[in-house]
């Protein structure tokens, strides 16, 4: 089945810093990824959609010159968090829609914990 | 606007007892339903979905969940639950024909198992 791989699922980083997460399709091309993040104790809330060879969407709060979204090839996306804050703490999961599975097929990957110090 | 209500923040059952987490949503046209399970710090499992055809869909893990548009309701459900199952369970919407295609979660609900 399909496989979207997600890196680091760890990471730790002081503040100030940026990080960049990876979401890579194994096994489609997905010509549109996800993000999310999902805070403690609390549901996955869209932060943007990548779109292959464009600019992605933003959802309403997201700043996006925080949340750097590329998406250069066909599975490939990364999301850098720029000059991180210890509020941006949180799981951030993306996820792949496989164009050969219709419109239900979603796949995410495993998750990236990021801890800002 | 699309919505998905889960109404059980945290479930506790006995091991070999049946369960049956609650999921309604709330869209106009034909919704493509999904249930995850998610273990601590992990990523999102997928257990089950509808997007047509029979009502009564079977899953991984012996889940099942029943589809009811009268009610608007895609409930989990599960005979026997076994120790492994405790975790937080989503369940999402998508909208393909929507603005983005993405999927939209409930709140979860976090399944506890008794020995």
């Known amino acids: 089945g399909a496989v979207v791989s997600q890196h680091p699922s760890r990471v730790i980083c002081k503040s100030g810093t940026s990080v960049k997460i990876e979401c890579r399709s194994l096994d489609f091309q997905a010509t549109t990824m996800f993000w999310y993040r999902q805070f403690p104790k609390k549901s996955l809330m869209l932060m943007a959609t990548?779109?292959?060879?464009?600019?992605?969407?933003?959802e309403q709060g997201v700043e996006k010159d925080k949340f750097l979204i590329n998406h250069a090839s066909l599975t490939l996306s990364t999301l850098t968090v720029t000059s991180a804050h210890p509020e941006d703490s949180s799981f951030y999961i993306c996820?792949?829609?496989?164009?050969?599975?219709?419109?239900?097929?979603?796949?995410f990957g495993s998750g990236t914990r990021l801890t800002v110090v | 606007a699309q919505s998905v209500t889960q109404p059980d923040i945290h479930i506790t059952v006995s091991e070999g007892a049946s369960l049956e987490l609650r999921c309604n949503y709330s869209y106009g046209a034909t919704p493509y339903l999904f249930w995850y399970v998610q273990s601590p710090g992990q990523g999102l499992q997928l257990l089950l979905k509808y997007f047509s055809g029979d009502t009564l869909v079977q899953g991984i893990k012996g889940f099942e969940a029943e589809f009811k548009r009268s009610q608007s309701s895609f409930n989990l459900r599960k005979p026997s639950v076994h120790w492994s199952d405790a975790a937080e369970y989503f369940c999402?919407?998508?909208?393909?024909?929507?603005?983005?295609?993405?999927?939209?979660f409930g709140k979860g609900t976090k399944l506890s198992v008794k020995p």
């Open positions: 990548s779109n292959e060879g464009s600019k992605a969407t933003y």
């Open positions: 996820s792949a829609r496989d164009p050969g599975q219709g419109a239900s097929g979603y796949t």
């Open positions: 999402a919407v998508g909208a393909y024909g929507g603005s983005q295609g993405n999927l939209i």
